[in-house]
């Protein structure tokens, strides 16, 4: 289940997102569920530029395109996959969090594309952590990073 958070001074909505269900739920839906997250994330993405007067991607209807038609030609995905990590590094590195690590991403993206998803999605998680706020009345689960509040 996802937690819908508002990024802050904004009304731009973000998800977290379970990496579980990144990874999984493409398989269920015969690929949709994929479809629907990386255009979100990327408009996410966007969102979160656009506050903090960084560019991080203008058109997320493009990143799709890369992905739905693209794939007849092979190289679109390929750039979209790279320029949607890159992305996500530059929010990490905005938000002052560990940015994922372009080398295994590649090395996902060739072995196991799932777990590059749910890779991207745990960053993507923690941007928002930092970033983002919850929406009233939800409460935000503990980061998997932090220990357990002592008692």
């Not at 990386?38 to 408009?43: A, H, K, Q, S, T």
């Not at 990590?85 to 196991?112: C, H, M, T, Y």
Request: proline share 9%; charged share 15%.
């Amino acid at each position: 289940m996802a937690i819908e958070m508002s990024i802050r001074g904004t009304q731009d909505e973000v998800k977290l997102r379970s990496p579980w269900a990144v990874a999984l739920l493409p398989l269920i839906t015969l690929g949709i569920y994929h479809f629907v997250w990386w255009y979100r994330i990327n408009r996410e993405l966007r969102d979160l530029g656009r506050a903090k007067g960084q560019d991080l991607g203008q058109n997320s209807t493009n990143s799709l395109l890369a992905l739905v038609p693209g794939f007849i030609l092979i190289v679109p995905p390929l750039v979209s996959y790279y320029r949607g990590v890159q992305r996500v590094q530059s929010a990490s590195d905005l938000a002052g969090k560990e940015a994922p690590n372009g080398w295994i991403a590649l090395l996902l993206f060739l072995l196991l594309p799932l777990a590059l998803w749910a890779y991207v999605q745990v960053s993507l998680n923690e941007v928002w952590r930092q970033e983002a706020e919850a929406q009233s009345g939800q409460g935000l689960p503990p980061s998997p990073a932090e220990p357990p509040p002592a008692s």
